[in-house]
């Protein structure tokens, strides 16, 4: 299984809302991503887990949350999002963090969140 | 300074023909890795290629095949007989060993347009 799947694929939420992205992995990556994707640009790094724990948080507002259960899934968590938030949510894995001669990010399908 | 630099933020290309995306970047990380993705308009990163900063050979992968001069610091990717389902984003990647462990950057962009 060399598949990264990511629900919802589409995603419509008011800024009161609570709502969560899930991205889900078999294929015994301990390195798992977030990054948001705006149109026509390149995806922007968001969260970065490492065996389960956060390694890396490229300053993101608190109004998202990541969570990762367990090896394989990682969410991220969004409450009181604004309308500029609308964007394509990416999950990725990798091997690792190590420097490792390949290391290639697998990526989801993408969620497509728009915040009315 | 910019990490991966794409300079073609659109490139056209008539159908079976030979196309070049450029791709430059810059890093003092002697073991670093580049990919190349596409992202149709489906949203899907789909990796295409990876060549490490230490092999002797430009990878290839299919109608695929990455120039790179390490010298001149670019990692070009060639596609060969265009089909019109290469018609996509084209992003350029780099992989560098931080602190933290592995370091994603990726580049602005191509944007390839097909013709038939």
């Known amino acids: 299984d060399t598949e990264v799947t990511q629900t919802p694929k589409h995603l419509v939420m008011g800024m009161t809302n609570k709502k969560s992205l899930k991205c889900e992995q078999h294929m015994g990556h301990r390195a798992m991503y977030w990054y948001k994707q705006k149109a026509k640009k390149p995806p922007e790094l968001m969260f970065v887990y490492s065996y389960e724990k956060l390694s890396i948080n490229e300053s993101v507002p608190s109004r998202f949350s990541p969570e990762c259960p367990n090896s394989s899934l990682l969410n991220l968590h969004l409450h009181a999002l604004q309308p500029e938030d609308s964007a394509l949510y990416l999950c990725a894995s990798s091997q690792g963090l190590t420097a490792s001669s390949y290391n290639e990010q697998f990526f989801g399908p993408g969620t497509r969140l728009t915040v009315l | 300074a910019q990490k991966i630099t794409q300079t073609q933020p659109g490139m056209f290309v008539q159908e079976k023909e030979a196309v070049t995306l450029d791709c430059t970047y810059d890093?003092?990380?002697?073991?670093?890795?580049l990919f190349w993705y596409k992202q149709p308009s489906s949203g899907e990163m789909i990796f295409l290629i990876y060549q490490g900063s230490y092999d002797q050979q430009n990878a290839t992968e299919g109608r695929y095949s990455l120039n790179f001069q390490k010298a001149r610091k670019s990692a070009n990717l060639v596609i060969s007989a265009s089909q019109l389902g290469d018609s996509a984003m084209y992003f350029c990647?780099?992989?560098?060993?931080?602190?933290?462990?592995?370091?994603?950057?990726f580049g602005t962009g191509t944007s390839l347009t097909v013709i038939p």
């Open positions: 990647a780099m992989r560098e060993v931080t602190n933290t462990g592995n370091q994603f950057y």
């Open positions: 890093t003092s990380d002697p073991s670093y890795g």
